[in-house]
């Protein structure tokens, strides 16, 4: 069975394959089997990982150890979404990363003069361009992957490869290959403490200057639980923090998934847990917005390419904030507080949030 896509060779230039942000070892079609991949990284501590492909239809699961650390990667290559499972080191699920289409990196194809074999296969070498790096993949007629080889798009040097070592071809279930359909309840990472009576029960809204009138950063505190949510009017950023728990969901303004990243740990119960790591800004005024006193405190100290102030009050109200990023600087300002409006329940995620998406 030839690979629908790649049957073409001459239009290949042509082709473009939305790779699913989490997986290395994407193809557009392939047969169903399973690999064991010898990996040589090209980063981090010099040694091999080992990588297993589980191919059904369209779904690809991709089970890894690098540098001695087990994570699991999910796609689904006729939506373009895919999952990252990460774990604790007792093997239990500590977050899912989940990145939409919209995300997926655009690859060019093209089919090269270039075979080779390897475990008694035969494969031509297929390039999957990208604009920082090229994947050169050799592929079976099915589509089965017996190696690859990153690129660097800069100068042609070896990033990264990979062998497989044992190839299986079967009929495998959808169910193997496919994300767990317990993985996306909710409910399954553990249950989510909704706000309770008890510590902070604020509502703060800022808004940008006459230059950046769309963007808006909104912050909810009720007892241990927060939530915040950001948009400039193109995408929104909403944040749900309790303890132990911390879900992040990016969104376009239709809707689109870009990305959506939940982790736990339940032995984190840190009634701030808004709060980064923090330092308050020496020598730098105190402010009064809205009638409150807020000092400007550091909230990305040491990190390259990003600033990020925020003045807040004596009990962590968040006034003003203040973001630098690529040489662009923003300001939101307070521009209303509620107190005492915020009910147990209301900063919780919706229960359906990570099947609804798009």
Known sequence: MLLALLLAADA???????KPGWSRFAVPVAADHIAVMRVKRGWGPPGEDQATLTRSGHWLREDGIENGEKSTSISDMQSGVSYHLARFPDGRYSGLSIIGKARATPLSIEKTAQTDSLLGESCTVWQFKAKEYTEKNCLTADGIMLWQSLVSGRDGGELSSAK???????????????????LLRLTSWGEWQPGAAGGPNDDVLLRGAADTPSESFRVRRLGKARMTEWTDGRQTTRVFIAPGMRLSLNERADGGLIRLDLNRDPQNDNPNLLL?????????PSKTILGERCTMFDMAPGVMDYGELECRTANGLILERVTTSRGRTTTLVAVRIDRGTLRPGDLAPPADILTRLK
């Open 164 to 182: 497989a070592v044992s190839i299986t071809r079967r009929k495998v279930a959808r169910e193997a290959a496919e994300i767990p359909a317990e």
């Open 12 to 18: 290949q230039a042509d082709t473009v394959f939305a």
């Open 276 to 284: 980064g790591k923090e330092i308050k800004v020496p020598g730098a």
